[in-house]
């Protein structure tokens, strides 16, 4: 017989309609990283900071409770911790430490980073893995490559020590390559964090396939590079990831339903 779920109050009458929003947000993309194949069993995070009820930092954030698969995550599960890792209400599930040091070294150093999304898919670190890193090999690539920063790797992140070399390397850019790792991005929104991983994974799937067909690949014009922000504004027509995030839920609804509860 499967181990049944763990029981998980309903917290929907118990927080703020604005931290409800954030952990309905946080609690889909748990659920879409699972659905894209980027999740590895329980051992990455995604967190988000809590908001007041009108909207201010309450030095707060949402995470994981650990030994939840990705696609069992709910808004009422999430897991409330503080700066120090202290949880901030009566949850009965830990918090992996790991993910903790990652996540409060961001969120301590960069108060425009509403989430904090790292994930260990198979193509981010076949990427890291490799000394050039990404590659200006695609059109998804210019946006990344015109805000990445590099981590070298150092161990199983528990260290609080690593907290000012990891906040260093992501600097104030929004793709950290995790070198030997992962992946990590960083966004205002919760779907903006999404969206910048959805594309931060393609490029680097792209990349492992150009160079397993053992040809002569041809780069994109770093001038091109230079106006990647303005040419993304373009094309979302500055809406940025509220224009994708809508159908994401949509196709979250159809396929793996829940996580608003």
């Known amino acids: 017989m ?11 009458g118990q927080v703020s309609d604005a931290e409800w929003r954030q952990r309905v947000d946080l609690a889909a993309a748990y659920r879409l990283v699972a659905l894209f194949g980027w999740d590895d069993l329980v051992f990455t995070h995604i967190s988000a900071r ?8 309450t030095g707060g954030f949402l995470i994981n409770p650990y030994g939840f698969m990705f696609e069992e995550i ?10 120090q890792g202290n949880k901030l209400d009566d949850s009965p599930f830990d918090v992996n430490p790991a993910g903790f040091t990652i996540h409060s070294a961001v969120h ?7 989430c904090v999304l790292h994930v260990h898919s198979l193509n981010g670190i076949a990427v890291s893995a490799q000394k050039a890193g990404v590659l200006p090999l695609s059109q998804q690539s210019i946006f990344v490559l015109s805000s990445l920063g590099y981590h070298d790797y150092e161990g199983v992140a528990l260290r609080d020590d690593e907290k000012p070399r990891l906040v260093a390397d992501l600097g104030e850019r929004n793709f950290l390559m995790l070198r030997n790792h992962g992946l990590l991005t960083v966004g205002r929104s919760v779907p903006d964090a999404f969206l910048s991983m959805y594309l ?3 490029v680097c799937t792209i990349q492992v396939r150009a160079l397993a067909g053992g040809t002569e690949l041809v780069a994109v014009d770093p001038r091109i590079i230079a106006t990647a922000q303005q040419q993304a504004a373009a094309v979302t027509k500055g809406l940025g990831s509220s224009l994708t995030w809508p159908g994401l839920l949509r196709r979250l609804d159809r396929r793996n339903p829940g996580y608003d509860s």
């Open 74 to 83: 709910t808004a009422s599960s999430l897991v409330k911790v503080d700066a």
């Open 108 to 114: 301590e150093a960069r108060h425009d980073a509403a």
């Open 50 to 57: 809590v908001a007041g009820p009108g909207g201010e930092h």
């Open 200 to 202: 931060f994974e393609t």
């Open 2 to 12: 499967p181990a049944p779920m763990p029981a998980v109050p309903n917290r929907r």
